[in-house]
């Protein structure tokens, strides 16, 4: 693309000579591109880390009603409504009428419980997510049979949460985590709506059962689809949030 499509000069200026002055300022934009990102610069992958902490920790407890639903080889469960309940740091309770499901990775908040089975962890970039500033940390986790998972994290750097998870095996999408926020309490995010998504291979699946002994060969084999993949669905829905109520913990005491 010609500068002249971009800028157009005053009249009577076109007869002259471009010199450095007229360049400088026509080309200082796109020199700008040329720069690496300055949030990357400014972060490392502790200091990240810290951050989420920092925001988690204004979380007391919470109480929250939650649907679930599951869409998955042989097991599809309709929208499930359930109670969720929290206190810090680590006691949980799930209440629901018969029959439940819920992926505890869509659940649990805490940085440290998230990024636990992550090791050599690096912050490798910045990224915008819906106009957002985010960074992407990655690091590395053990699979079954010795095989190694990769995994992104977008975290919104304005607001200091979990995005995006996405992990990948042998650079192909195995699991995917995205969650929506909305402000529950002054000054406090939570979860509104969670999707993960999961796509893995036979030898995935199978490696992982041999490192179970308590596998029972009579449960029914997953079946998988044309390509080899095992593919599932989960969302839950968050809503009617009671954050920092102070919820007694022999609340926690019945065995929920």
């Known amino acids: 693309m010609q500068l002249n499509t971009l800028y157009r000069l005053p009249p ?3 007869r002259h000579k471009p010199g450095k002055l007229l360049l400088l300022p026509l080309l200082l934009p796109f020199l700008l591109l040329l720069s690496p990102p300055l949030a990357a ?19 007391e407890d919470y109480q929250v009603d939650i649907q679930v639903s599951l869409d998955m ?24 009428r018969g029959f439940a499901m819920v992926p505890r990775r869509g ?10 089975n992550l090791h050599d962890l690096t912050l490798i970039g910045d990224t915008l997510l819906n106009r957002d500033p985010c960074l992407i940390l990655r690091g ?4 079954p049979d ?6 992104d994290v977008i975290v919104d750097r304005k607001l200091w949460l979990v ?33 993960l998504r999961f796509q893995l291979n036979e030898s995935f699946i199978q490696g992982g059962r041999r490192d179970q002994r308590s596998y029972d ?12 993949d095992l593919i599932g669905e989960a969302a839950i829905i968050f809503t009617n949030y009671r954050v920092n109520q102070g919820i007694p913990d022999n609340f926690f005491q019945d065995g929920k």
Request: glycine fraction near 4%.
């Open 12 to 14: 009577g200026c076109a």
């Open 41 to 59: 610069q400014r972060w490392n992958a502790n200091q990240v880390l810290d951050s989420l902490r920092t925001r988690f920790n204004r979380i």
């Open 73 to 96: 080889p042989m097991l599809r469960m309709p929208r499930k409504k359930m109670t969720f309940t929290f206190k810090q740091p680590d006691k949980t309770s799930l209440e629901a």
């Open 107 to 116: 659940l649990v908040l805490s940085p440290d419980s998230l990024f636990k």
């Open 140 to 143: 590395l986790e053990e699979g």
């Open 146 to 151: 010795d095989m190694t998972l990769r995994a």
């Open 163 to 195: 995005r995006i998870i996405t992990t990948y095996l042998e650079n192909n999408e195995a699991f995917r985590l995205q969650t929506e926020y909305v402000e529950a309490a002054p000054g406090i995010y939570m979860p509104t709506e969670t999707h």
């Open 217 to 228: 060969p009579d449960i029914q084999e997953p079946v998988f689809d044309n390509n080899g």
